[in-house]
């Protein structure tokens, strides 16, 4: 099955680390950074001949559609080929014995070059025109380091047994090249070696079922015993997305309202160390190459959840029942929020709090307090609140009149909160509990009501609008730069005196300024 096209390090089962393994994975980490370059262009070719050398040139090439894949996450699979291409056809022609010893630099030249010239064919990229205004080394830097946004709604669908084996059994070579493609910028922001250890087994699964007997029983069997490495791929390339938007302290807070909402009866003390614990996590495996790092810190934070809440909470027990921690840690993150408790109203952080070195945690504690009062507020709708306390306090504890800065961002806070966090709460809480045909029913019913003279056709975009934002963002695991564009921040009053019906029709979509 090798002579068909499929490189042989993509066919491994072994477990531990083989040799062909860490190269891969030190090719994978040179070719995705850039501070290589500044160690000189011979260490450069050194490196890259070596990697070239003990991977071979179909190890190489895969790596390289990887890794090219994951950078331009957006690119066509015709551009990445073409990128591919001369990459390896760089490799090949400078890493000979017999190679000149600029031939290396020469090439890499002439490939930014290409990238600078009219009608590249390799990904389009905005930055790109600003990087070639500079030359040399400068140039092939500021190339070097362009990268294009992740997808946040992964493209990659799956396709049937049949549709993967008949593709396969056509073209394996193609076959292999596109699903790698597929793969790795669908799930860009998965760790290199989560995303390196998916594709390795799920071509290992086609290549053996294919030519199975009992292709159908060979399929289930394969996709049981894979289970773990597709939900891993799955969740570190969420975590690892909102790690990459939010940065390791937003996460905390992001991790925090969200086990607040999954279980509220549990206290800030309770839950706080939990997420501080994943925020730590992410922050440490998502741009790791350690093979493992991952799957066993994210196996091990799994764990400490367990031990912490299963005992307190039905939901978390059943959870946290099975051997299998990822699976575990995939129930755990996809549980629907809970009812709200009855709780008083919750206490304010004071002026003196909000500016002192502690500022952080109070307004942390506070946003926790909200999100278990409230447990269907999206993490969209909480991440923007907590912006908004971060420039309250940056605009009003350096003030000249602290305190009446902060007196005027509480008023403001006081009136605009509990209408923004009731209509938040229950857009998502409505489509958490009805069907999604009587959730667009509900919009419309309730539509109608507040704007009576609008046309049906107004009303049907409308409906749709909040329909789609809510299937997408009311998820727990929703995608949080996707939902963030989406929600603008509300205008001052004397602008809704001039508002369109459209924009008049949807403050849901706006947080408050404060």
Same mark, same amino acid.
């Given at each position: ?29 040179? &070719? ?20 070239? %050398? ?10 390289? @559609? ?53 009608? =590249? ?76 250890? $998916? ?11 294919? @030519? ?13 015993? /894979? ?26 807070? =992001? ?36 093979? !493992? ?24 027990? !059943? ?12 129930? @755990? ?8 408790? %009855? &709780? ?84 998502? /809480? ?6 999604? &045909?009587?959730?667009?029913?509900? &919009? ?33 695991? =929703? ?6 564009? %989406? ?8 602008? @809704? ?5 459209? $924009? ?11």
């Amino acid at each position: 099955m090798l002579g068909m096209g499929f490189p042989a390090l993509l066919f491994g089962r072994r477990k531990e680390t083989s040799p062909n393994m860490r190269a891969a994975l030190a090719l994978l980490l040179l &070719l995705a950074a850039v501070h290589a370059e500044h160690r000189g262009r011979a260490y450069v070719r050194d490196k890259v001949c070596q990697e070239f %050398k003990t991977l071979g040139k179909e190890n190489f090439r895969t790596l390289t @559609i990887i890794a090219n894949s994951r950078k331009y996450s957006n690119a066509t699979f015709e551009e990445i080929n073409h990128l591919v291409h001369e990459i390896v056809s760089l490799a090949e022609t400078c890493c000979a014995d017999s190679a000149d010893p600029s031939c290396y630099d020469a090439g890499s030249s002439a490939l930014s070059a290409k990238s600078c010239s009219k009608g =590249s064919p390799f990904p389009a990229h905005p930055g790109t025109a600003g990087c070639c205004a500079h030359e040399g080394l400068e140039q092939k830097l500021c190339l070097a380091a362009l990268r294009h946004p992740p997808q946040e709604l992964p493209r990659y669908v799956q396709p049937s047994n049949e549709e993967l084996c008949q593709a396969f059994k056509k073209d394996p070579k193609d076959f292999a090249d596109r699903f790698l493609y597929e793969y790795a910028s669908s799930y860009s922001e998965a760790p290199l070696p989560v995303l390196l250890g $998916s594709t390795r087994t799920f071509l290992s699964m086609v290549s053996t079922c294919c @030519i199975s007997p009992m292709p159908t029983a060979c399929f289930l069997k394969e996709k049981l015993e /894979r289970k773990s490495f597709s939900l891993l791929t799955l969740m570190s390339n969420r975590a690892c997305s909102r790690f990459m938007a939010y940065g390791k302290d937003k996460l905390t807070f =992001s991790y925090l309202t969200s086990l607040a909402q999954k279980m509220p009866s549990a206290s800030f003390e309770d839950l706080f160390p939990l997420s501080e614990d994943a925020a730590e996590v992410f922050s440490q495996c998502c741009d790791s190459v350690a093979e !493992d790092c991952m799957q066993k810190k994210l196996s091990e934070h799994t764990a400490k959840v367990c031990a912490a809440l299963s005992a307190r909470d039905e939901r978390f027990a !059943d959870c946290c029942k099975g051997k299998n921690l990822m699976q575990n840690y995939f129930c @755990i993150s996809a549980l629907p929020p809970a009812l709200a408790p %009855k &709780l008083p109203e919750a206490q304010k952080p004071t002026s003196e709090q909000l500016c002192s070195e502690d500022a952080g945690h109070h307004a942390k504690r506070y946003l926790f307090e909200l999100a278990r009062r409230h447990t269907n507020i999206p993490d969209v709708f909480l991440s923007k609140l907590y912006d908004a306390t971060e420039n309250v306090r940056e605009e009003c504890c350096f003030a000249k009149d602290a305190s009446a800065c902060l007196g005027s961002k509480r008023q403001r806070m006081e009136k605009e909160l509990p209408p923004f966090l009731e209509k938040a709460n229950r857009l998502c /809480r409505q489509y958490t509990e009805l069907t999604f &045909l009587d959730f667009k029913k509900r &919009l419309r019913e309730s539509l109608t009501q507040t704007m009576p003279a609008a046309s049906p056709e107004l009303l049907g975009q409308l409906v749709e609008q909040r329909a789609d934002f809510a299937s997408t963002c009311c998820s727990p695991n =929703s995608p949080p730069l996707f939902c963030a564009s %989406k929600v603008k921040p509300c205008p001052p009053p004397h602008a @809704i005196l001039v508002a369109t019906p459209v $924009s008049m029709a949807a403050p849901w979509l706006c947080t408050p300024l404060f």
